[in-house]
């Protein structure tokens, strides 16, 4: 599904990815686990088409297609989508609207009817029940005045109403309480298929006792220095990242 | 200034003749000092503090005639349809002239007085003179001697005292010829525990005139009047319109002024606060291309236990330009004063301007009283967040764009009016679809 080879980026030419290597197929769930200042945050914006990251070098091809060479909404639309770490607030623009304009624009892109506004509600009403979500937060603006908890959840219930093929979860875990941690796990559990690929980038291992990943790799300085299966994050969880930093400057 | 370069002097004379109230000495007393001051000052220059942003110099070069004779205008009705209201009693101006014909007031209660103000001269002279010029003179600017000199007419609206109206009042100013001035005024009365919604439209068509209009407005004791302004002239039009309350105690105002049209427009709102009284200004303007949009609000707490608050919103495109100006003047005797103003502007080009300017003036020592001001663009991380969620860029920031604004028309109370404001809001950002 997505196929990242040597890819380098810059910003504000300051090298922060040296080279990352990453082959991800339907399915499967990924973690990318690394310090604070690894290029964690750094991979999830390039992906997803952030401006301010200069590719220096190497590809990231999605589904056939050079991913770094589509706009965002066109990779939102071919089915690539981010949790964000800290979701924007929107006043003035109402979370239905916008899971609505979101929705007819992926139909759209896709060659499809505009949704029907009674099914639409429908569809949405029961994501959100199944997030625990009050039905008021259709009509609040978007993020605004949401708790970190709600911000996370109004994230994942976007992603559950767009459905999409590749996933990002860009440190979705952090500043949750262990009960909306739960929340925001199942409703990502619910979301697993053989059709779709997860990409969770994460500072803490708690998450992986939620979701259980099939691979996690490790990224430090730029660059995934260890890879390996559910096992290596407890193994961080256990010794922290050090010994693996040690062993890159060794080598 | 001499007669010789002020051609508006020049044709003065022929005009004052067919001039409505006639017959009235303290009428005819207004107006001569209105012409006297006319004849001196002009319009408002750039030198007067109030008029620093807005230059009319090139209102000076043009000449606007007022329209004399009050022949049946021809207006096409699917013309005015999206700006008059179906559910309200409507007074329609033409051209500077109040049209009967266009007019619509049935169901209005008997107990409101309802005429055009040239009518009202003639039948209610002394009714009119208790208000008339009482909350605004000719020594307030230009516009003002030049409104009291020139104007034609207008329309008188008495609400007595206890009526609650469950409708607005549509005051429609429409100009429909090129080279028109439209010089109106409009008197507006309340009486105690009094209820009313006051709407003024201005529209026009597609060529240059000048509309400059006054409102005088008097809210009796208790008494409470939401009134809206939108201001929807023609992209070649030149419009000055004026809001002069004067609100007794415990009375309440609640203004919502929209600012969409015009090539050179300029409003002012001024209320004298009673004891107890409360007023809302929220005002919103959008301005694209070469527009020039002025906004002017002052509010005096001249009486103890006063609340006024104001938020105004700019949106300006292209190479429009905007400016707030906003003054709170509270006296030394209008103590327990609470008062906050807010102006907020999106510059949505690198060639937009807004000057803004809040001005707090306290002489009293046991107040409240606060103001914000912010001028930014659109916000690339909601830009980002948009597009991450599949909406396309142009698409997104006509969102946003449309989100800032709507604000303002949210918080209007009448359905059919919102609905109205968010058709022109969309028309103004066109690829937003709801």
Redesign the interface.
């Known amino acids: 599904m997505l196929s990242i080879k040597d890819l380098t980026v810059n910003v504000n030419d300051k090298k922060i990815l040296k080279g990352i290597n990453l082959e991800i197929k339907a399915g499967e769930i990924h973690a990318i686990m690394g310090p604070n200042g690894s290029g964690k945050s750094t991979l999830s914006h390039i992906l997803?088409?952030?401006?301010g990251y200069e590719v220096t070098g190497g590809s990231a091809t999605y589904q056939g297609k050079d991913l770094l060479a589509m706009?965002?909404?066109i990779?939102?639309?071919e089915g690539v989508?981010?949790a964000?770490q800290y979701?924007?607030e929107?006043?003035?623009?109402s979370n239905v609207?916008?899971l609505k304009?979101?929705?007819n624009?992926?139909r759209k892109?896709n060659g499809q009817d505009e949704v029907d506004a009674m099914d639409f509600l429908t569809l949405v009403k029961g994501k959100i029940k199944a997030l625990e979500m009050d039905e008021k937060f259709l009509y609040r603006?978007v993020n605004e005045g949401f708790s970190g908890g709600e911000k996370k959840r109004n994230e994942i219930l976007?992603m559950a109403i767009?459905e999409p093929k590749l996933c990002i979860l860009d440190e979705t875990d952090s500043g949750l309480d262990i009960d909306a941690l739960k929340v925001v796990a199942d409703g990502v559990n619910s979301l697993r298929s053989p059709d779709r690929a997860f990409i969770m980038v994460t500072h803490y291992q708690r998450l992986l006792d939620y979701i259980k990943p099939d691979f996690v790799h490790v990224l430090a300085h730029g660059q995934i220095i260890k890879s390996g299966g559910p096992e290596l994050a407890l193994e961080l969880e256990e010794k922290g990242y050090g010994w693996l930093e040690d062993g890159q400057v060794a080598a | 200034m001499n007669t010789a370069l002020n051609p508006y002097m020049a044709a003065y004379p022929a005009l004052a003749a067919v001039l409505p109230g006639q017959a009235l000495a303290w009428l005819q007393d207004i107006r001569a000092d209105a012409l006297a001051r006319f004849s001196s000052h002009g319009f408002p220059s750039a030198r007067e503090e109030d008029w620093r942003y807005t230059n009319l110099a090139a209102l000076a070069k043009q000449t606007f005639a007022p329209v004399v004779a009050a022949a049946e205008p021809i207006i096409d009705a699917e013309w005015l349809k999206p700006y008059q209201l179906a559910d309200a009693w409507s007074l329609v101006l033409v051209d500077g002239h109040f049209c009967a014909a266009l007019s619509r007031t049935d169901g209005l209660p008997e107990s409101v007085q309802v005429l055009g103000m040239a009518d009202a001269l003639q039948t209610y002279g002394g009714q009119v003179a208790a208000y008339f010029g009482k909350a605004v003179d000719s020594a307030e600017h230009g516009f003002i001697a030049f409104n009291n000199a020139w104007f034609t007419d207008g329309v008188f609206v008495d609400i007595p005292a206890q009526l609650v109206l469950d409708k607005p009042i549509q005051c429609l100013h429409i100009v429909t010829q090129a080279g028109a001035v439209a010089a109106t005024r409009n008197l507006l009365v309340l009486g105690a525990n009094a209820s009313a919604q006051w709407l003024e439209t201005f529209v026009g068509a597609e060529v240059a005139y000048l509309s400059a209009a006054v409102t005088e407005a008097f809210v009796g004791q208790n008494a409470s009047l939401t009134a809206y302004k939108v201001q929807c002239e023609s992209a070649q039009a030149y419009h000055f319109g004026g809001l002069y309350v004067q609100q007794a105690r415990d009375a309440r105002f609640n203004q919502h002024n929209f600012a969409f049209g015009g090539l050179l427009a300029r409003s002012d709102i001024r209320t004298d606060l009673g004891q107890g009284s409360e007023c809302e200004l929220n005002g919103l303007y959008l301005g694209v291309k070469r527009q020039h949009i002025d906004n002017h609000t002052r509010i005096n707490h001249t009486q103890p236990h006063a609340s006024s608050r104001q938020l105004y919103k700019g949106v300006l495109d292209g190479r429009a330009r905007g400016v707030f100006q906003g003054r709170v003047v509270v006296a030394e005797q209008a103590q327990k004063t609470d008062s906050d103003m807010n102006n907020r502007n999106l510059l949505l080009s690198p060639d937009a301007e807004v000057d803004t300017k809040p001005q707090l003036e306290i002489y009293a020592d046991d107040v409240k009283c606060g103001h914000g001001v912010t001028i930014g663009q659109l916000?690339?991380?909601?830009v980002?967040?948009?597009?991450?969620?599949?909406?396309?860029?142009e698409?997104?920031r006509n969102?946003?764009t449309?989100?800032?604004a709507?604000?303002m028309v949210d918080k209007v109370a009448n359905e059919e009016l919102k609905i109205q404001l968010q058709g022109l809001l969309l028309k103004k950002f066109s690829s937003v679809i709801?």
Do not use: H, W
């Open positions: 997803s088409g952030k401006s706009p965002p909404e990779r939102a639309r989508f981010l964000f979701p924007v929107i006043p003035g623009v609207y916008l304009a979101a929705l624009a992926v892109y603006a976007q767009l | 916000d690339e991380k909601s980002f967040y948009l597009q991450s969620r599949c909406i396309d860029e698409t997104a969102m946003l449309f989100a800032f709507n604000e709801l």
